[in-house]
């Protein structure tokens, strides 16, 4: 019988050391962040965890977004050992489809490695890339 996933957007499932744990020690694009800003990160975005029938947590998304005109997806892993059961095309597909969400205009997000994923959920490369400007602090 196959596992069955559940998604939810409610913080208070969140498991904050699975989180952080897979952020610091296991993520390309989050690694140098501390404890303290990923649990800032997570109170001031729109959050969805996935988990299995136990209860556990094995994926994570979060959205920051003004719930109207844009939304940035960040911060998307599901953990290794779930890894290949379609489980973050369901946690895209569940975000994507949030009803809270149905109003946003444009969506952003970056990837290295993760483009032909994302663009089943209609994301493209930019547009007008020579309009685009960031800020870093390092």
């Known amino acids: ?3 069955y996933f559940h998604i ?3 913080k208070a499932k969140l498991d904050i050391n699975t989180i952080t744990d897979y952020l610091i020690k296991q993520s390309y694009w ?3 962040r ?3 800003v990923i649990r800032k990160s ?3 975005s729109c959050c969805f965890g996935m988990y299995n029938e136990a209860g556990e947590q094995v994926g994570f ?3 920051v977004t003004d719930m109207s005109v844009f939304a940035w997806l960040m911060d998307v892993f599901i953990l290794e050992d779930h890894r ?3 489980l ?3 946690l895209i597909g569940e975000i994507i489809s949030y009803p809270e969400f149905k109003d946003i205009m444009k969506w952003g997000l970056g990837t290295r490695d993760a483009h032909e994923l994302y663009k089943k959920f209609g994301f493209t490369s930019l547009s007008n890339p020579e309009v685009m400007m960031e800020r870093k602090i390092e």
């Open 61 to 63: 998304a979060r959205v």
């Open 30 to 32: 989050a690694n140098d």
């Open 88 to 90: 973050c095309k369901q």
């Open 42 to 44: 997570i109170a001031n």
């Open 1 to 3: 019988m196959p596992e």
């Open 84 to 86: 290949g059961r379609g």
């Open 34 to 36: 501390t404890e303290d």
């Open 8 to 10: 939810s957007s409610d």
